[in-house]
């Protein structure tokens, strides 16, 4: 029987998720059915009606992850740490009773992407750019030992936001490495500033702006990422980037795909090759 899942959120209608999704039962031999659902009202209540016509389990996306979160009856840590989820599981617990398993997987999405990427993270010196919820979920592994970054800054418009989002993260954190962690404003960013590696988490990219940062900083930097992903594989950051002698600049879509690989393992017990399923969604955007 094919294993029905879906994805919820609002909006929902430019959802890739079930591209990717099929492309992995595609790639697996597995039959599955995949919707986008549309959250009007309480994500419960269609969270419930999903479930109940037999469901397996969804990805969760923006406004629904806390919603989700409080919907789950465990966490993993990683769901836990980034206090979100967007992945849900069904499963029976041994008294017959329905329970939900609730995870979290764009921390490791990006890590994974980072690192298929030969990103230069050891002893690095790297900045994130915003501290929205995008930066909640990828902080983690910056901050964890594997990593091991010398200095990690968080620049915000909001820089109270960024402070309380690193403070919050180094009480959770079990593995938490010796990096200097510091938050601060747009205006503290100098132009002799040095940063190895540069990671665009702010929304800016949707609406085609730029952080205000020095041009200095892109200039002394070997990778710069941009969360953002379009159908080029270029944002306006990884244009300016670029533009500036930024050797290695990639978007977001190696995340994305990387983030459902992990949902689809927990709900089909395998997980899908990235590189296979990126190739692929280009040639579909383009
Ligand atoms: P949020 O709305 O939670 O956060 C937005 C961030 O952008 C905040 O730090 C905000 O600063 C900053 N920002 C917004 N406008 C401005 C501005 N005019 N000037 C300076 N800073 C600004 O969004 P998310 O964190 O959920 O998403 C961020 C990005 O990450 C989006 O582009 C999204 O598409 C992408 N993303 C990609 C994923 C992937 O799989 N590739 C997964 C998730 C997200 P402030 O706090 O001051 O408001």
Redesign the pocket.
Known sequence: MALKLAVFGNPIAHSMSPLIHQHFAKLHGHEISYERLLVEGSFKEAADAFFSSGGLGCNIT?PCKIEAYEFAHELTDRARIAKAVNTLKRIQSEDGKERYIGDNT?GF?FYSDLLRLNAPLQQAKVLVI??????RGILPSLMSKEAALSELTLV???VS?ASQLLQGLDEVLLDRSEAKCRACTFDDLLPDDHYDVIIN??????SK?L?KIPDSIYTHAAFAYD???TKTGSTVFTDKASSLGVKACFD?LG??VG?ATLSYELWAGVRPDIGATLDYLRSELG
């Open positions: 923006v764009d999405g915003g501290a929205g919820g995008a930066a915000n418009r909001t936001k988490s702010t929304s800016l990219s949707v702006e952080p969360l953002y992903y977001g995340m994305l983030q």
